[in-house]
């Protein structure tokens, strides 16, 4: 059974940084996604199994960074001048090797329990 393990997140200063972890069970691509409350979930980033490409949305580009370590089937986000914006729940999320629309939330398949992210003024 696939399992996504996510890690970091939590309370920052706007400005400041936090980063977040997701562990696989298996190889796949993978994206981050997140929900703001009332709010649809969002594309947040998305990086292929071989480390590229690394994908992001315009909200983020310049601040996030994705990256991976496949030796311990691990994708990190590193985000950078956080604003009280990005305050969400954020998951991880992995899509099958063949196929993947990677802004699309219906390519993934398999999903992470979420972590909250809260940005203060």
């Known amino acids: 059974q696939v399992q996504l393990v996510q890690s970091g997140g939590g309370l920052v200063q706007a400005g400041g940084s936090l980063r977040l972890s997701c562990t696989a069970s298996?190889?796949?691509?993978m994206g981050w996604f997140r929900q703001a409350p009332g709010k649809q979930r969002e594309f947040v980033s998305a990086i292929g199994w071989i480390g590229a490409p690394r994908l992001y949305s315009d909200s983020v580009k310049g601040r996030f960074t994705v990256s991976r370590d496949n030796d311990v089937k691990t994708v990190h986000l590193q985000m950078n001048s956080l604003k009280p914006e990005d305050t969400a729940v954020y998951y991880c999320?992995?899509?099958?090797?063949?196929?993947?629309?990677?802004?699309?939330?219906?390519?993934?398949?398999?999903w992470g329990q979420g972590t909250q992210v809260t940005v203060s003024l």
């Open positions: 298996e190889r796949f691509h």
């Open positions: 999320a992995a899509a099958e090797l063949g196929g993947w629309k990677a802004k699309e939330f219906q390519s993934y398949k398999h």
